[in-house]
């Protein structure tokens, strides 16, 4: 008897996610600026953060599910969500270019590292999409394959923090100094990332622990 409960399509569910968080993050600038905002702005204002939401959500996780068995059914998300992750990102610096840099070229020496580390984090989830094929993880080994994604996502997300901080700053210090009640949204999806990398810092410290832990019990047992 054929099952009437159709397949979980996971493309199709960070699609539709990526849906509802755009236009509120869209929504949310906008009511936060206080200015007119163009419309482009706008929509690349959620396209930028939900995309850098996503690959923080792909990182993150890993991190989860070593923890607790909850998160595991997630796992086979991480792809997708670093994907279309990365895909939105590509746009914010395709567009981001069009409409803030070639506008005004002296952003690139006022915003030099901004600048750098954003398209040099853009260029290292490049990597990471260009070696999510199948035959890579069969010629690399998945053990291999996956601590390179690793090394490689973690460095870009790192890079794309930075740039985050570099690029905002001012707004966040202008709003620190106004009365104004709610956050940038750039200051909020920074926080986010920043719990991604400090909770990944944690696992790292307890694996090495653990490690170090088993090890010495291992000598004790041989001797
Ligand atoms: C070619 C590469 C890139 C370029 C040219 C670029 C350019 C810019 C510029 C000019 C800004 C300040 C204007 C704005 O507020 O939107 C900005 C902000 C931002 N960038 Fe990038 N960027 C690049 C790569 C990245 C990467 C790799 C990430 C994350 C992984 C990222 C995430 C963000 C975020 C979240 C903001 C704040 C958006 C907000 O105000 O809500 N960017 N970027």
């Not at 460095?155 to 690029?167: N, P």
């Not at 622990?209 to 047992?221: P, W, Y």
Request: net charge positive; with cysteine; glycine share 6%.
């Amino acid at each position: 008897m054929t099952s009437l409960k159709s397949k979980p399509n996971p493309w199709k569910d960070i699609i539709l996610f990526s849906l509802t968080t755009i236009p509120l993050f869209s929504v949310y600038y906008v009511g936060t600026v206080y200015k007119s905002v163009p419309p482009i702005e706008m929509v690349l204002k959620g396209f930028t953060n939900t995309g850098y939401l996503l690959i923080g959500f792909s990182l993150l996780l890993g991190s989860l599910a070593k923890f607790w068995n909850f998160f595991d059914k997630f796992l086979h998300y991480r792809k997708q969500l670093g994907i279309v992750g990365f895909i939105y990102i590509l746009i914010h610096g395709f567009i981001g270019t069009i409409i803030y840099i070639l506008p005004n070229p002296a952003i690139l020496w006022t915003n030099y590292w901004a600048i750098a580390l954003g398209v040099s984090g853009l260029y290292i989830l490049f990597i990471c999409y260009a070696i999510s094929e199948i035959v890579v993880i069969q010629k690399l080994g998945p053990k291999n394959w996956r601590r390179l994604m690793r090394y490689l996502s973690y460095t870009a997300f790192i890079l794309g923090t930075i740039h985050i901080y570099l690029a905002k700053l001012p707004v966040w210090q202008n709003y620190i100094n106004s009365e104004i009640v709610f956050p940038p949204l750039s200051l909020i999806v920074f926080s986010f990332g920043l719990v991604v990398l400090l909770f990944r810092f944690y696992v790292f410290i307890y694996d090495a622990l653990h490690l170090g832990h088993n090890t010495v019990k291992a000598v004790i047992a041989k001797n």
